[in-house]
């Protein structure tokens, strides 16, 4: 060839024309919920740009593709209660207080009432806008010792089962339980089943609440037992996003500070988009994110599903 110089900057050109798609269809792009509120009451969160912070995945950087408040019109929330199938009648003092909290919601939230069963969470009153007929089906749990199995399988079944289909809309959940799981009772960061539940979730894309209530009766776990519940319950709060409340030892007088923080938070919300380098198929994997924005208190995903495709 007479001109070696221009077969070699051919080939180049040919090698970044086959590099560059091919580098693209190995990224995965991924969404999570975050919460940005002020550390101190009253104060109006900042406004947060996307220069403000540091998004990786599984320790790789990641490109940060959106990033939104939530407002309206089009914010829409999906909200579900699920309720401790083994809270007995110690709940009912608290029953007037969740009938209030759900009546008084906005217009842009679905609220649904779930029971935990042996094992599944059991709808009495499936995802509704309609706040009053959601409350019609309102009422003490069963209260039979071991109905809830582990509360942490009636997660995982909530996530798989999920009663909606609308990809637009934030999926939320408080959990009320001692979090106690009867399988591993004494605390474990690894317990299998609350890892499993914390994944599942994070496939649905829930942020998940949780309020401890401690059961109440002879046959109740000693507080050792309780404490392990409470650590768990704040693990698959925290890896979702969300916030586990509880006061230490105890049940808590009132839920009204509780739901008062919570709308609080519905309020503060943002859209993370993110494309990240992958391979192979849609998997749950770690999120860190860093935020330069003093004065904020920040709740971010720890695991997040990241799927194949191009960003939206």
């Not at 995965?28 to 406004?47: F, I, Y």
């Not at 798989?160 to 009320?176: F, G, H, Q, T, Y």
Request: hydrophobic share 40%; net charge neutral.
């Amino acid at each position: 060839m007479k001109n070696p110089g221009m077969a070699i900057g051919m080939a180049l050109v040919t090698l970044l024309a086959v590099a560059v798609p091919a580098f693209a269809q190995n990224e995965g792009r991924g969404q999570a919920v975050v919460t940005v509120l002020p550390k101190h009451d009253g104060e109006l969160p900042p406004s947060v740009a996307e220069q403000d912070f540091a998004v990786k995945v599984n320790g790789k950087k990641a490109r940060v593709t959106d990033w939104k408040p939530f407002k309206a019109p089009g914010d829409k929330i999906e909200f579900v209660i699920l309720i401790d199938g083994s809270a007995r009648s110690s709940l009912g003092r608290q029953i007037t207080e969740i009938a209030a909290f759900v009546r008084g919601l906005p217009p842009n939230i679905k609220a649904g009432i779930a029971y935990m069963e042996n094992g599944r969470a059991v709808f009495a009153a499936p995802l509704s806008a309609d706040h009053e007929s959601v409350l019609a089906n309102l009422h003490l749990s069963g209260g039979s010792f071991g109905t809830s199995a582990s509360p942490y399988f009636c997660l995982t079944d909530l996530a798989k089962n999920w009663p909606s289909r609308d990809p637009s809309a934030r999926r939320e959940v408080l959990m009320i339980t001692n979090g106690v799981d009867p399988y591993q009772v004494q605390y474990d960061s690894g317990d299998p089943y609350m890892q499993a539940a914390t994944k599942d979730a994070a496939r649905a894309g829930l942020v998940v609440y949780a309020i401890y209530w401690e059961t109440q009766g002879r046959i109740d776990r000693g507080a050792g037992d309780n404490n392990a519940g409470q650590n768990l319950l704040a693990e698959v709060a925290q890896a979702t996003g969300g916030k586990s409340f509880y006061q230490g030892s105890g049940n808590p007088v009132s839920f009204e500070g509780y739901f008062e923080e919570l709308l609080r938070r519905f309020k503060n919300q943002y859209e993370l988009g993110f494309m990240v380098p992958m391979n192979g198929k849609a998997e749950v994997e770690d999120l860190k994110l860093k935020l330069h924005a003093p004065g904020t208190e920040i709740s971010t995903p720890q695991q997040v599903l990241v799927v194949p495709g191009a960003a939206k």
